[in-house]
């Protein structure tokens, strides 16, 4: 079992900055692959980004410029800056992990923490 907890979601203006943390914590020499996903009101969840044990990043196309994912392996963390947010960023974001690093549906889930972006 992999525990996450997220922290650092907000209300920011357009064009603002909101780091994402999440720490990883139980089985965490399982993890292979770290992300964030994210959904909006009414819509679907996606994928934002992630991380492989060995550095290999993933992004949506939404977010390519502005997200920059990474992990600190000595804390158990993986983070996501977000620059120059965007009305349509705002969702809840979620902290995942799994032992698989090609997995497209993630095992473990974070509760979730809100982004706001007021235009």
Excluded at 12 to 37: D, E, K, N, P, T
Excluded at 40 to 56: F, H, M, N, Y
Excluded at 78 to 98: F, G, I, R, W
Aim: proline fraction near 3%; aromatic fraction near 10%.
């Amino acid at each position: 079992q992999v525990q996450l907890v997220e922290s650092g979601g907000g209300l920011v203006q357009a064009g603002g900055s909101l780091r994402l943390s999440c720490a990883a914590s139980g089985s965490i020499f399982s993890i292979r692959l770290m992300g964030w996903y994210r959904q909006a009101p009414g819509k679907q969840r996606e994928l934002v980004a992630s991380i492989t044990s060995d550095g290999r990043t993933n992004y949506a196309d939404s977010v390519k410029g502005r997200f920059t994912i990474s992990r600190d392996h000595a804390k158990n963390a993986v983070y996501l800056q977000m620059n120059s947010l965007k009305p349509e960023d705002t969702a809840v974001y979620y902290c995942t992990s799994d032992k698989r690093p090609w997995a497209t549906i993630p095992d473990y889930w974070g509760q979730g923490t809100q982004v706001t972006v007021s235009s």
